[in-house]
Each structure stands twice: as C-alpha cells, then as structure tokens.
C-alpha cells in the first residue's frame, strides 16, 4: 500500500480555482432538489387524454431514462475510484455530487411511472440498439477501469459515458420530450424534473469534458482515440432515433424524424469541437478554464 499523503493539511490545501472544485460548489447550490417535491396531477390527468399512440411514444422515452439513470448510477461507481486512486482529491469532491444526482434522477423517473399508473414491465422498450449500448459498451467500458486505470481506460470510459450517452443521447431525449410535451403545456411535472435533470447533467457534461481535455493535454494521442471511439458510437445513435420514431417520419407529437436527426448530429460535432481545443492547451490552463469554455447547455 502505497504512503498516504493528506492535501488539505498541507501547503497545497484545496485547488479553490480548479474547475472541478468551482463545479462541486455550484453542485452545492443549484443540485439540492428533490424529486419527491414535484406534483404530478396535472401529469395524471394530462396522461389520461392522450392517444394509446402518444402514451406509447412517451413511455418509450421515460422507460430508456429510467433504465438509463439507473445504469449510470450503477457503473459511475468505478470512475470514481479510479481518480480518487489517483489522488485527485477536487474531482473526486465534485464526483461525489455526480453519483447522488444520478441516483435522485432513477429516483424521479420511477416516481412518473407510478403517477401514472404505469407499473408493468417496460422492458418492451430497451432495443437491441439500446441494449448493445446500455447492456453492454457502457458497462464493459465502466468496468475496466476496476482494473485498469490507464489514461486509454479512463478515457474510453469518459467518452462513452459522458461524451455519448449523456452528452448525445440524454440531450436528445431531452430535446424530444420539450417538443412532445412544451408546446401544448402538458405533463408540467414531468417537464419540471427534466428541466432540472438538464441542469445537473450539464454540470456532469461539463466534467467529462474537463476530464477528457485533462487527459488530451497530457496525452495528446487521445485525441485520435476519443474521435475513433465516437465515430464508432455514432451510428447507434442515429439508429436509435429511427426506432424512436417507429418507422416514422412524423411522430404522433408533430416532431420531425428528420429535425431529432440534425439535433444529435450537432451534439456530436460540438463535442468534438471543444475536445479538439485541448491539443494546443497547457494543463495549468485547462484546470483555470471557465465553464463557458466547457459548457454546452
């Protein structure tokens, strides 16, 4: 076992600059809400009117989150304990925000489902596109870091993790249920939680991009591994817009196939983007960024 060293006793104290440590305290203040606290009766009552094809529509999206959350709660677990190994002792503060986040959102999903009287098993909804990406890369990804904390691992993980499933798939299923549901001011409940999911995972996105940046600026051969890794996640992605909408084009909302299609594009060419900056960045710069040079949202 290696000689424990003790930061915040020492000369060094905490890196109040950093960015992961400026992320922790706006986790602190805008984090605290709770899914308990939200009404769904105008939810009940707005699920009522609604055709078998809309509640199908809208079931498919609440099932993927809640299976989603759910598996991001379960496989974040060793991305922590492999920055804390490292002695990262501000990510690991802001990390600890990031696991009781996406445990609060399985939290609010499950709380929808039982609203709405949907109990059942909605497994119906997880595809085999969903499931090669929930069932397998995501935990296979998250669960090499237990023994493996290479940059590579680290990096794989963080891309996966946060760079596509919550930096390209949430994001979409966000965008979807605005367009299903904003327009015709139905299910305020459900639309209140997502908003406030939004905020949190806005802090997570910002993170994986600090991480992933971190390690580029390090290790400039990542770059070309990040960019390989997305490639390769792009076409579930697309296909897993296509199974949304059922062979569609329009769904039973009025949304474009074609218009969810050009939102995740932007997801990930933005990504890479801001990635692609940390080639030319000194680490003392990047743990100095703002969040605006991070943010997405």
């Known amino acids: 076992m290696e000689k424990r060293t003790i930061l915040t006793t020492s000369n060094r104290g905490i890196l109040e600059d950093s960015f992961p440590y ?6 602190k203040r805008f984090g605290i809400w709770n899914p308990a606290d939200i009404d769904f009766t105008q939810d009940v009552q707005d699920w009522q009117n609604l055709t078998d094809v809309q509640r199908s ?3 498919r999206l609440i099932s993927q989150f809640q299976a989603g959350e759910e598996a991001v709660t379960l496989d974040l677990l060793p991305l922590i304990m492999a920055i804390a190994k490292e002695g990262r002792l501000e990510e690991e503060m ?25 109990r059942g098993d909605l497994s119906v909804y997880h595809t085999g596109t969903y499931k090669t990406i929930f069932y397998e890369i995501l935990p296979t990804a998250m ?6 904390q290479s940059p590579e691992a680290i990096a794989e ?19 979807s249920f605005y367009q299903s549901l904003e327009a015709d001011s139905i299910m305020p409940g459900l639309l209140e939680g997502i908003g406030n999911l939004k905020k949190d995972e806005s802090r997570h996105i910002s993170y994986g991009t600090f991480l992933l940046q971190r390690l580029i600026s390090e290790h ?18 697309v296909q897993l817009n296509q199974e949304g909408f059922d062979g569609r084009d329009v769904s039973e909302f009025g949304n474009l196939l074609e218009d969810t299609m050009n939102f995740t594009i932007k997801q990930l060419s933005v990504r890479m983007e801001i990635l692609a900056r940390a080639k030319d960045k000194k680490i003392e710069e990047i743990y100095r960024f703002s969040e605006s040079e991070v943010e997405f949202i």
């Open 22 to 27: 400026r992320l922790y305290q706006k986790a």
């Open 143 to 148: 669960e090499r870091l237990v023994t493996d």
């Open 94 to 118: 802001f990390l600890t925000t990031f696991l009781f986040e996406e445990a609060k959102h399985t939290e609010f999903f499950r709380l929808v489902l039982n609203a709405i009287g949907e």
């Open 57 to 59: 529509d809208i079931l």
């Open 220 to 237: 400039p051969h990542l770059f070309d591994l990040v960019a390989a890794k997305m490639q390769e996640l792009t076409p579930l992605a």
């Open 157 to 175: 993980a963080s891309t996966v993790y946060n760079m596509f499933v919550e930096g390209v798939l949430a994001e979409t299923g966000y965008y």
